[in-house]
């Protein structure tokens, strides 16, 4: 497998905008074939929330395999490192109106049967090709992850979300409801195929994302303690550098340059594109995007175009993109547009943990604005929360989370333990 830069040095060569966690080179294919093969097809009966459609096996990696694996790619690794069976699922879900359809993702179980086993779930960053989700990457965060914590005697789970993978649909970028939901019965559908596999998932779940992970990683959170599933069990939270308060900390720095300005014109256009087909704030593209961007956007972000045609076709920063009108709009927003960024921002504000809350990010980061973590840190605190943050150094977006995730798996072990 080819080796992936990150979003930021992409863009840069091709003068252009974004950022994504992806996997270095490595190679899950030296036990089974790459799960980029084929695309389910489609499903003619309505499944229920959390059934499976279908379960595909994709690798099965011995102990020595994961290790060099999770050696290559650069994510932690456990002392003891287990083998590990690597599944991708479809199940069915909601969609953001509560209708029913199907998504998919990953679940990873140790080889070692166990009848008593702790869930990991990891929420993955920002992705706007649905070639590029978890379960049809081989090469993707959302399947390292979930391997490196089944290596570790957990299973391992990362959801697509709505709309990438062999969800069908637009995603829903940065929609909190969805994201939890989502996640929700991709745990409920990987109980059910541990099952068949003769291993019992015992309900607790430890929750962990990246990026627009944890944002989503917050969601699901507050989702599964305000009981989602009776057998499911919030444990613990470990989000990563996430987008938490869009309004009072990441649409600032994204609007006064204090951010990369290449990946904020992404994040920017992707969420106006995502968020206008749920909450309608423009009825045609030219009161958002200067010309010829008006033509385009609505077209690049429609899940089937590729990162690099997505980059190509974006300017270098978010003034060249947008309206002098929109961007007022933006700095003061009001009716549907105000109502699009504080529905999604509340995932920090509106419910108290009962479980600890550990939050990671990096003062260096250019992508997500440190200040997301500092005021969920705050949020969380005045809610009585025991929750603490950690700065992993002035180091870029995904180098917060190669230095977060090597912790977030050492606190998730010693309460594996408990």
């Given at each position: 497998m ?15 905008a ?5 996997v ?42 994961v ?12 002392k ?26 990953v ?6 049967r166990?009848?008593?086993?702790q ?9 706007a ?7 049809l990457?081989?090469?993707?965060d ?5 391997i490196?914590?089944a290596?570790?005697?957990?299973a391992g ?13 637009f995603?829903p970028?940065m929609h909190?409801?969805?994201e939890a939901?989502?996640s ?5 559908a990987?109980?059910?195929m ?5 291993q019992?998932?015992n309900?607790q779940?430890?929750?962990?994302g990246?990026s ?9 959170g507050?989702e599964l303690q ?20 869009v ?17 904020s ?12 087909r ?15 961007y ?13 990162f690099e045609?997505?980059a190509a076709?974006l300017?270098?920063n978010p003034?060249?993109?947008l ?5 007022r709009?933006?700095?003061?927003p ?12 509340t995932?920090c504000?509106?419910?108290?943990p009962r479980?600890?809350?550990?939050l990671?990010g990096?003062?260096g ?11 969920c ?17 002035d ?9 977060s ?7 998730f ?6």
């Open positions: 080819r080796s992936r830069l990150s979003f930021t040095r992409r863009l840069l060569a091709l003068a252009c974004a950022t994504l966690l992806t270095p080179a490595a190679t899950i294919a030296m036990a089974a074939a790459s799960p980029t093969a084929a695309r389910p097809q489609a499903v003619a009966a309505v499944p229920d929330r959390g059934e499976v459609v279908s379960a595909t096996g994709v690798g099965r990696l011995s102990s020595k395999q290790a060099a694996y999770l050696h290559k790619t650069g994510f932690p690794a456990p003891t490192v287990g083998g590990v069976d690597l599944y991708t699922l479809v199940y069915g879900t909601v969609t953001v109106d509560g209708k029913p359809t199907t998504a998919s993702g679940v990873a179980l140790p080889q070692k166990r009848r008593d086993l869930t990991v779930i990891y929420e993955h960053g920002t992705m090709t649905r070639n590029d989700a978890p379960s990457d081989g090469e993707s959302g399947q390292a992850i979930p490196a914590f290596s570790a005697g957990f789970v990362a959801p697509d979300y709505l709309g990438l993978g062999s969800g069908p649909g995603h970028y909190a409801e969805s939901t989502a929700v019965d991709l745990l409920r990987a109980r059910t541990a099952a068949r596999h003769g019992r998932l309900g779940v430890l929750v962990t990246f627009q992970g944890g944002q989503a990683a917050m969601a699901l507050r305000r009981g989602a599933d009776g057998r499911l069990r919030l444990t613990a939270l470990a989000p990563i550098s996430g987008p938490y308060d309004e009072g900390a990441e649409l600032p720095a994204a609007l006064s340059g204090d951010l990369d300005p290449l990946s014109t992404f994040y920017l256009a992707y969420w106006i594109v995502s968020m206008n749920l909450y309608h704030f423009y009825d045609t593209p030219d009161q958002v995007y200067r010309a010829p008006d033509t385009t956007m609505e077209k690049l972000f429609d899940g089937d175009h590729a045609d997505i076709g300017p270098p003034r060249e993109l309206t002098e009108d929109f961007l709009r933006l700095e003061q009001t009716g549907t547009l105000l109502q699009a960024i504080r529905v999604n921002d995932t504000t509106d419910w108290r479980v600890p809350v550990r990671y990096a003062k980061d250019g992508d997500v604005a440190f200040a997301n973590a500092e005021h840190l705050r949020d969380l605190r005045a809610h009585g929360a025991d929750v603490s943050l950690t700065n992993v150094g180091v870029d977006h995904n180098t917060s989370a190669f230095r995730l090597p912790l977030v798996l050492r606190w072990q010693q309460l594996q333990k408990h």
